[in-house]
């Protein structure tokens, strides 16, 4: 994991609770605002992804155009993260109709994924099918992502926002810190599977920094997807090949399951904090009904007017309680009634709110099952504004790191290991120490529950595009960056923000070093809160904003991530 220096999370914390005397976004004095942004922002994990992006706008593309090459990108420079054989959830706004829509591309379990297919013996969660190899591995959403942004919200052909991926896959690409660290972590599992040694041990040895790396078969796979759309991947040769891997290695996908794939349409999630208007995502992610819990119950209190001890008390004791409901409701709405309007009205906050003792940390209710250690953070997020006021907001993942672990042979394809977000045995904590019941319980088609929460917020002033990584603790970085321009902080202060989390279970409330000083550890502590104060570094938030009185765009890049770039092209560029 990175780190960054202690002095400079200590600046951007002072920063973040001096500025929280700021007021909210619905009381500042009332001015002139621009009526589009003055060019497109975007912010991803990794330059060639941004670079793409930005090269679209400059060829007449929308910010629709953009993703479409964004994400391709990230699949082939991240394959760590996130790609081809994954999922993923995108937010848009289309300026021109000022509808807002969330674009599913979550993977679904295949029918063979019944619950005892992941238990031992014994009766217990059989780690090794849920987090690798192919019965960890739903049926990938993405390509169909791509596919249905192009054509339903695009403006160019998939053959030229592909292009930039498919360059990169055949020519290669730098090898960074991340990939070979990553590669590492999950050896073991990687060279298990023939085509997974084919792509990464192409010259004999595991990528190295500083080495050129090359996917000429996802190339292939990339290009079959921009001239066949949907066809190119979930029926025919690529859909030949996945289906024969999985089987081949031991799991069971039917070809109707990869060619009946569809994304889902989904009216996004709205509340309103603080004068901010928030769009966000509604199951089956769990973000945005527990964003909202978190916020509406914490608008109790003015955050900028508690000490930090206070101020972090309140806050997690928000967030446990999200916590808590998401364990216990939520889950894919198309196969579970998700109690969504309860949970997110501002009466049950209240109602949340009331059980909240102002100095006693409410100790989390235990349930069975030990929670795992949690995994290296993965998965990838960016986002986009354009000149007509279109908006991107798109986390997409694997799963853990490098996910299963398993590329089909002749595809360059990894798969997921999503099937690992299903509460595969009731009450048992999956890889993020998270877990779940009967809403999230995995059945055939049905989508695993998620995290990943991509949001919009606008005000009068102030429009902002925001998310990130980081399994369980997504939620809580997009919390707490929202927080951040609530308090008037910089796109690029905002992702800098130090962390703090709480998930229920376990009870502890962790903290990257430097994010809370011994003094306000002590004082948490004497309320009854256990805090593990001194955890490495997690996340990678990527946020774009626009600033309507000022007509500026700026945009902020994780500085754990030394691969990221936000960046603005000005309008005499970006093609209006
Ligand atoms: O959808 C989810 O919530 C997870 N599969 C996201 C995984 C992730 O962020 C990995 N990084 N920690």
Known sequence: MRSIPLTFLARVLSVALLSCATLPATAKTPAKVAAHPPGAAIASAHSLATEAGLDMIRKGGNAFDAAVAVSGMLSVVEPVS???????????????????????????????????????????????????????????????????????????????????????????????????KGYASRRSVMERYRGTREVFLSDGDPPKVGETFRQPDLARTLELIATRGRDGFYTGETATRLLATVKEEGGRWTPAE???????????????????????????????????????????????KLDPAHRTHVLVEAMRRAYRDRTIYLGDPDFVKVPVSRLTSPDYAAGLRATLHPEKATPSELLPGQ????????????????????????????????????????????????????????????????????????????RMLSSMTPTFMDSPGKLVVIGAPGGSRIITEVLLGMLGYDAGLSAQQVAALPRIHHQWMPDVISAEAGALDPATVRALEAMGHRVNAAESAWGNLQTVAWDKRGNTLEGGTDPRNPTGKADVLPVASAAK
């Open 82 to 180: 996130s790609g081809l054989g994954g999922g993923g959830f995108f937010l848009l706004h289309d300026a021109k109709s000022g509808r807002d829509v969330f674009v599913d591309a979550r993977e679904t379990a295949p029918e063979s994924a019944t619950p005892a297919a992941f238990l031992d013996a014994k009766g217990d969660l059989d780690r090794d099918r849920a987090q690798n190899g192919p019965w960890s591995a739903g049926i990938p959403g993405l390509p169909a992502a791509l596919v249905h942004i192009a054509q339903k919200y695009g403006r160019l052909p998939l053959s030229t926002t592909l292009a930039p991926a498919i360059r990169i896959a055949r020519d290669g690409f730098p090898v960074y810190a991340r990939l070979e």
């Open 258 to 304: 990869l060619s009946n794939y569809r994304v889902r349409e989904r009216a996004p999630l709205r509340f309103d904090y603080r004068g901010w208007k928030v769009t966000t995502a509604p199951p089956p992610s769990s973000g945005g009904v527990a964003l909202a819990e978190i916020l509406q119950t914490a608008s109790g209190w003015d955050l900028a």
């Open 371 to 446: 929670p795992a250690p949690l995994e290296d953070d993965e998965t990838t997020h960016f986002s986009i504004i354009d000149a007509q006021g279109n908006l991107v907001s798109a986390t997409q993942t694997v799963n853990l790191t490098y996910g299963s672990g398993l590329v089909a042979p002749g595809t360059g394809v990894l798969l997921n290991n999503e099937m690992d977000d299903f509460a595969l045995k009731p009450g048992t904590a999956n890889a993020f120490g998270v877990m779940g019941f009967e809403a999230n319980a995995p059945k055939a088609g049905k």
